[in-house]
């Protein structure tokens, strides 16, 4: 059974940065591409939850699974998967490590 699917507010302001900054560069049909792929790890995760990495150094329950150069923070509860945040491959993890950057769990 799938579960349901919630997007944090960080997540959805990643989301929205990630199609501008890949519109500016490569085109609107790129963004929509790229897009397309991360909402289609987003299904996967609903579909199979447990995918890739825990990320308990983190935070406690938080788990990452790789999107083309992006990085799919998440973390599942009995009835839900909440992706948490969606950051580039090259982003400082230790800086989310000492809060600089949020996960907000």
């Known amino acids: 059974m799938c579960k349901r ?3 944090s507010a960080p997540a959805k302001a990643d989301l ?4 501008d900054h890949t519109r500016r560069v490569w085109g609107a049909a790129q963004k929509h591409k790229y897009l397309g792929l991360i909402k289609d790890k987003f299904n996967a995760l ?3 939850p447990g995918l890739g990495a825990s990320r308990n150094d983190i935070a406690a329950g938080l788990r990452a699974l790789m ?3 992006h990085i799919i ?3 599942e509860t009995q ?3 909440e992706i948490v945040r969606v950051l580039h491959g090259n982003m400082d993890v230790e800086a989310l490590r000492e809060g600089v950057l949020s996960v907000e769990l």
């Open 16 to 19: 929205a940065h990630i199609g």
């Open 79 to 81: 009835t839900e998967l």
């Open 46 to 48: 609903r579909r199979m």
């Open 73 to 75: 923070f998440y973390r």
């Open 67 to 69: 999107a083309e150069r």
């Open 5 to 7: 699917l919630r997007v």
